[in-house]
């Protein structure tokens, strides 16, 4: 990004957001919305190498995302241990998913890294919030001396807070949609509008 104007997408998903994959995890444990905040409670007193779940493209020098296997692998975990699953199952299941989804961002960015490292990172949505994501972020990027920047959390857990900023930059440089000319969207990049 160099101003709100000027951005470039360097990689994305290939499915699910990292949000989509926790609210989906969530729903097969049987818990709430939104997935993110309970799994990561859960993760909290679980063992994060009990069930082996895969990293996605692990091999793909590209830096794109995959929640698809990952999520499929947690199901099949889920369907093993049936009627019989325990709290401590489920506890080790939300650790070993969450370290499994965050470990593939913390790959990607280190491959990125390496190859062009920024001096800025800012991460937003609502994934940001959880401690185990920024935590290893932080450490990351001290690694590779790169300025990290997150929203305080009360910024993160809802998306229409992001949406509001984003239209307030645009009101503010005059950037006005054509009233006769307005689709809606569920899914809108800013480099795009």
Do not use: W
């Amino acid at each position: 990004v160099d101003d709100y104007r000027t951005m470039r997408v360097v990689g994305s998903s290939m499915d699910d957001s990292a949000g989509e994959s926790f609210d989906k995890v969530a729903k097969m444990l049987g818990l709430g919305y939104p997935g993110g905040p309970v799994i990561e409670t859960l993760a909290k007193e679980g063992d994060p190498k009990r069930f082996e779940l895969p990293k996605p493209l692990r091999q793909s020098k590209a830096v794109a995302f995959s929640y698809s296997g990952l999520k499929n692998a947690v199901r099949l975990h889920i369907e093993s241990l049936g009627e019989e699953m325990t709290q401590q199952d489920m506890q080790d299941i939300a650790a070993s998913f969450q370290a499994s989804a965050f470990g593939h961002i913390f790959d990607k960015l280190k491959r990125y890294f390496d190859t062009i490292p920024p001096k800025d990172l800012a991460v937003v949505g609502g994934v940001s919030a959880n401690t185990y994501f920024r935590e290893g972020l932080e450490r990351l990027c001290k690694t590779y001396g790169v300025q990290l920047h997150v929203a305080p959390l009360n910024y993160c857990s809802d998306n229409a807070a992001m949406i509001g900023r984003a239209a307030v930059e645009a009101y503010r440089l005059g950037d006005f949609a054509d009233p006769d000319g307005v689709d809606v969207y569920s899914r809108s990049d800013l480099e795009q509008q």
